[in-house]
């Protein structure tokens, strides 16, 4: 059975720092493109950020555009999602998405595999 684990989220004062990871069991994703996703209370999950097969592609949505950064360690089959200078409006459950195939994707409809989400909150 394939799954998505996600951790590192939590409750964090505005300005500060998290670390979310994304570890896949099940089977590996090596050779897929990995993605992050956000969905606030009472919106539509949106796109964070995605990163292609070997991580030479990366992608970001303009509001975390430079303070966001994510990563991935093909050989720990886990992706990363570096979040700095974090915003209120940053406040979402994070879902760890992956596709079968190799490009990234923008979109939730272009990933088939997604984790149960880990919330995290930023205070003002």
């Known amino acids: 059975q394939v799954q998505l684990e996600e951790s590192g989220g939590g409750l964090v004062q505005a300005g500060g720092s998290l670390r979310l990871s994304c570890t896949a069991s099940?089977?590996?994703?090596?050779?897929?493109?990995m993605a992050w996703f956000r969905q606030a209370p009472g919106k539509e999950r949106e796109f964070v950020a995605a990163?292609?097969?070997?991580?030479?592609?990366?992608y970001y949505a303009d509001s975390v555009k430079g303070r966001f950064t994510i990563s991935r360690d093909n050989a720990k089959n886990t992706e990363y999602l570096q979040m700095n200078s974090l915003k209120p409006e940053d406040t979402a459950v994070y879902y760890c998405?992956?596709?079968?195939?190799?490009?990234?994707?923008?979109?939730?409809?272009?990933?088939?595999?997604w984790g149960q989400g880990t919330q995290v909150t930023v205070s003002s």
């Open positions: 990163i292609n097969w070997s991580g030479g592609s990366t």
């Open positions: 998405a992956a596709r079968d195939r190799a490009v990234a994707a923008t979109t939730a409809g272009g990933y088939g595999y």
């Open positions: 099940g089977r590996t994703f090596n050779n897929n493109a």
